[in-house]
């Protein structure tokens, strides 16, 4: 019992002097607390006085919260006011950065001409479609009746800024609207001969023959017609490689069952230049010949009236 009447009393007197410490850090806090809360709410005196005189014009006790508190509710109200102007007046626009009455309008100008040209490219994009189809010979056969009825005329607006598909094709060799074509009379052009054979099967709107086959050796030139823009080159399943040529006057032909094209499409063409060779393909050919096919304003036409093959 009196060896460890020592130890406790160690323990006592260090539990007295921890106690005594942390009394005296709470003592300190307190008396720092206060001394900042004094220094805080201490009164000075504010006075303005005239120069010339050194009278006093005003006078005013003040306390450093009363002016932190002034200064804190004047940047309050500066910012308030700044944000304001800046997103409500015309100042907005001095900010570095923030578009210009001008440019707001042409960036809104340009937006509605987006979507007027995207309208315009959809109806020529359901154009070319049409046109596609009756190149591979896909007209379904209830949609017309005759000539006039199988092949609706398709009329396009023309876009007024420029497309990929008109640099490619001379103004003069395609009009979008037909309305505005000036008066031709086929008789009064000159075709080129596009192969010499005999020719087999005859124009036949009625079943739906738009064109006129001509028989000749396998692999003969085949020469285009009239001046104009190679508009489609592609090879289908039904009529093998299909050539497809805009014309001034809003004239097209069409040349199907090839064995090989010799152009691409963009391609400028001269009346008489080879443009594919004469070929046995597709699953509606049933030996070597061209498939020739004339269309003037959206109809098919019998070339024989005008070439003599």
Not at 229 to 254: C, D, M, P, R
Not at 259 to 275: E, F, H, M, T
């Amino acid at each position: 019992m009196r060896g460890g009447q020592p130890r406790l009393s160690s323990f006592l007197n260090i539990l007295k002097f921890v106690t005594f410490a942390d009394k005296m850090s709470l003592d300190r806090l307190k008396n720092t607390f206060h001394g900042f809360q004094e220094r805080l709410l201490k009164d000075y005196r504010l006075s303005i006085y005239d120069n010339k005189n050194l009278t006093e014009v005003f006078a005013s006790t003040v306390t450093k919260l009363s002016v932190w508190i002034i200064l804190l509710f004047i940047s309050l109200v500066s910012v308030s006011v700044t944000l304001i102007l800046l997103f409500y007046t015309p100042l907005k626009r001095s900010i570095p950065g923030y578009p210009s009455r001008q440019m707001s309008e042409l960036i809104q100008y340009n937006s509605v001409m987006v979507d007027s040209l995207q309208d315009e490219i959809r109806k020529r994009d359901n154009y070319l479609m049409k046109i596609q189809q009756i190149i591979l010979g896909e007209i379904i056969e209830d949609t017309v009746a005759n000539t006039e009825a199988r092949i609706d005329k398709v009329v396009m607006e023309p876009m007024r800024n420029d497309s990929i598909f008109e640099t490619l094709i001379e103004p003069a060799e395609f009009s979008g609207n037909t309305q505005h074509v000036e008066e031709i009379n086929l008789s009064d052009i000159k075709f080129f001969v596009p192969v010499k054979g005999t020719v087999t099967n005859k124009f036949k709107a009625s079943p739906g023959h738009f064109g006129t086959d001509i028989v000749s050796a396998k692999n003969s030139k085949i020469a285009a017609a009239l001046d104009g823009t190679v508009i489609f080159a592609e090879w289908s399943i039904s009529t093998g490689y299909v050539l497809q040529i805009q014309h001034k006057h809003n004239i097209i032909t069409v040349y199907k069952h090839n064995s090989d094209v010799k152009v691409k499409q963009g391609d400028k063409v001269k009346a008489g230049d080879i443009i594919a060779l004469m070929g046995n393909e597709g699953e509606l050919s049933n030996g070597p010949h061209l498939h020739f096919e004339l269309w003037h304003e959206g109809n098919p036409v019998n070339a024989e009236k005008y070439i003599k093959f």
